[in-house]
């Protein structure tokens, strides 16, 4: 269920694409076409409108906040366009970290790849310790049609010493890392998203204890034959 804009950061999921085995963006579905596998669903926080300065007999302040209000409403009723173009013009009155992140999720959902990383960014920008601005941001890396796993790697290493106990971020690090073939450091970030609730990732610390076992008797066999 979506949740709404209010003067904190709040955690929304929103279930647009679930990925089978994929990099799930946030809840991370990771997407089709990648065999990374996270949460599932593009896992969002609708910021505040306000900053430190905002007032309420300010009319612009006023006005970007009720864009952003209306905005947040018509996504929970599945109207991502029109929710995309309040957004939008929240963001051209009152240009926010909260106005260009929920941006980003209308684009992302609209498959606008690009225009979801570049709000994305700009958010961060101005919101630097946002673990979730991170999270789909990297998401976006993912899915793009010129996907950087690089860059992603690397907003999910951010978004995991910004937010340790997350899970689903430890999860889509890991399944990202795996893919990389970084197997060791996946598998600790399995471990710490099953710690923490993600039962699912008991089957991904098998599977990836496995590949570990794999390369080291592969290695050791290697050594014997160099030896002879």
């Not at 999860?171 to 990389?180: K, Q």
């Amino acid at each position: 269920m979506l949740a709404r804009v209010s003067s904190q950061v709040v955690r929304v999921s929103v279930k647009s694409l679930a990925r089978p085995t994929v990099f799930r963006t946030v809840k991370l579905t990771r997407n089709p076409g990648q065999s990374f596998q996270a949460r599932s669903s593009i896992y969002k926080r609708w910021a505040s409108s306000t900053t430190p300065h905002s007032t309420a007999s300010d009319p612009a302040e006023v006005e970007a906040l009720n864009c952003l209000e209306q905005g947040t409403r018509l996504l929970e009723e599945g109207d991502v366009e029109g929710a995309k173009d309040l957004y939008k013009r929240s963001a051209e009155i009152n240009r926010n970290a909260s106005s260009l992140y929920n941006l980003g999720v209308t684009h992302y959902h609209l498959k606008e790849f690009d225009e979801a990383i570049a709000a994305w960014q700009e958010a961060i920008a101005l919101q630097p310790a946002s673990p979730d601005a991170h999270t789909n941001l990297a998401s976006a890396y993912i899915v793009s049609p010129v996907s950087r796993p690089d860059l992603a790697l690397h907003h999910l290493q951010i978004a995991a010493s910004l937010s340790p106990e997350d899970p689903e971020i430890a999860f889509n690090l890991a399944a990202v890392l795996e893919a990389a073939g970084k197997l060791e450091e996946a598998l600790e970030q399995y471990k710490r998203s099953e710690t923490y609730g993600i039962e699912r990732a008991k089957i991904h610390i098998r599977n990836v204890s496995a590949k570990l076992l794999g390369q080291r008797v592969q290695s050791t066999q290697t050594s014997g034959q160099s030896d002879e």
